[in-house]
């Protein structure tokens, strides 16, 4: 057998197999899968980079950077992905929390609410958020696909909220019990022109039918409006993710239903990534 290699040497070893593969952060990648790898925290790793890396580590390291090389997520091989503060199990069944939700999450927490419907839950990170940082309410996530419901009710046992949220396998509502006060939904708003430009990351790894409507990226928008809308008390709050371009489109849609007080909000990026309405009532013309 050869000798082993120091860790700084498995290290670039792998990023030149990554960066050979056009993984965009190659150096970044390979330190979280050796970290992973070595059962090492990844800010004590540059304490055992210089000592000769275990054969089992570098055997599970080889695995892992084969993987990646092939586009699989970080998350996909670690199992997990953070959001908002919290670590959540994810999976192929579902999309990878990211970033750019938290804007939804910042939006949906300056609203009042008491009783939540997350559509088109996933890995339910958003309900799972709301409820943790809302102690006092309760909610209910919907989905279409059972596999990814089952990633959900592992992250609510997670971050012990599995007593005030209960998922449903739901064709939008119709096995879901209503009213609520908030309405949140991160659905597929991808056209399907656009998704030929997705990395392969996201078209190879994530669950298509979390991505886009197979049309315009606009029809989940009119199902919710269609559907959930009705399922609002008086002065409730829908609040939705969108693509940068589509905040026109989506106010346009929420002000034909007589939503009020319609408002796009930006990511941190500063691109348009919420829109929310409210339902019309008492709650409503008292604050205007
Ligand atoms: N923001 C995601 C992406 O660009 C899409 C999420 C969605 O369609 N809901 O990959």
Known sequence: MSNPLTGSQALLAATRILTEAGVPDAARDARKLFAYASGVE????????????????QHRFDALIKRRANREPVSHLIGTREFYG?????????????????????????????????????????????????????????????????????????????????????????AIPQPFDLIVSNPPYIAASEMDDLSPEVQKWEPRMALTDEADGLSAYRAIITHAVPALIP?????????????????????????????????????????????????????R
Do not use: K, Y
Not at 47 to 55: A, D, N, S
Not at 98 to 114: D, V
């Open 86 to 174: 919290r670590v959540f199990e994810v999976s192929p069944d579902v999309l990878d929390p990211r970033p750019e939700t938290e804007t939804l999450i910042e939006t949906a927490l300056r609203t009042n609410f008491s009783r939540v419907l997350d559509l088109g839950t996933g890995s339910g990170c958003i309900v799972v958020t709301l409820l943790a940082e809302m102690p006092q309410a309760v909610g209910v996530g919907g989905d279409l696909s059972a596999p990814a419901l089952d990633v959900a009710a592992r992250n609510a046992e997670r971050h012990g909220v599995s007593d005030r949220v209960s998922f449903v396998q739901s064709d939008w509502m119709n």
């Open 42 to 57: 990844a800010w004590r790793l540059s304490l055992t980079l210089p000592e000769p890396v275990p054969h089992d580590v």
């Open 235 to 287: 002065g409730g709050t829908l609040i939705v993710e969108i693509g940068p371009t589509q905040g026109a489109a989506v106010s346009r849609l929420m002000r034909d239903v007589d939503l009020r007080n319609v408002s796009v909000v930006p990511d941190l990026d500063g691109r348009d990534r919420v829109v929310q309405g409210q339902m019309v009532g008492f709650a409503t013309s008292t604050r």
